[in-house]
């Protein structure tokens, strides 16, 4: 009894922690700065970030016209509102990208970069007409996932 006592004593602490897994399957093209499937098991907490935009946080729009200086401000929101929640960038197992014009595509993920590092998440990224307000050129959410409290 004090054996299985101890052997459970051991094993619940791992149990206890979300497993994330990123794969690239080799049926599929090589990933550029997101990753093809990312799966979640074991007791978690899923955090959702609304899209973030290019307001600073006085409600001020940062970088009209710059989609690089955008991107640098929304991936700051995104930093802010995962550590808010407890999380940070490499918990994101999921990022939705909405850009105005796919020809400045790279200045975003250029930015992405320095923030993901290795841990990227599955990803989708679409050009759209307009968003919110007119200045705007770019919006992302995402969704990350931290072991449960």
Known sequence: M???FA???MLVPMMAFAQVKR???PALSAPTG?????EVTGPNRTIYISGQIAYDKDGKI??????KAQAEQ?????EAALAAAGAEFSDVVKMNSYITDMSKVQAVRDVRTRYFKDATPASTFV???GLVRPELL?????VAVVPAR
């Open 2 to 4: 004090r054996v299985l």
């Open 62 to 67: 940062v970088g009209a016209g710059d989609m």
């Open 138 to 142: 770019l919006e992302i959410e995402v």
């Open 74 to 78: 929304v991936f700051k929101n995104l």
């Open 7 to 9: 052997v459970l004593f």
């Open 23 to 25: 794969t690239n399957p």
């Open 34 to 38: 997101y990753t093809h499937i990312v």
């Open 127 to 129: 050009e759209v007409k």
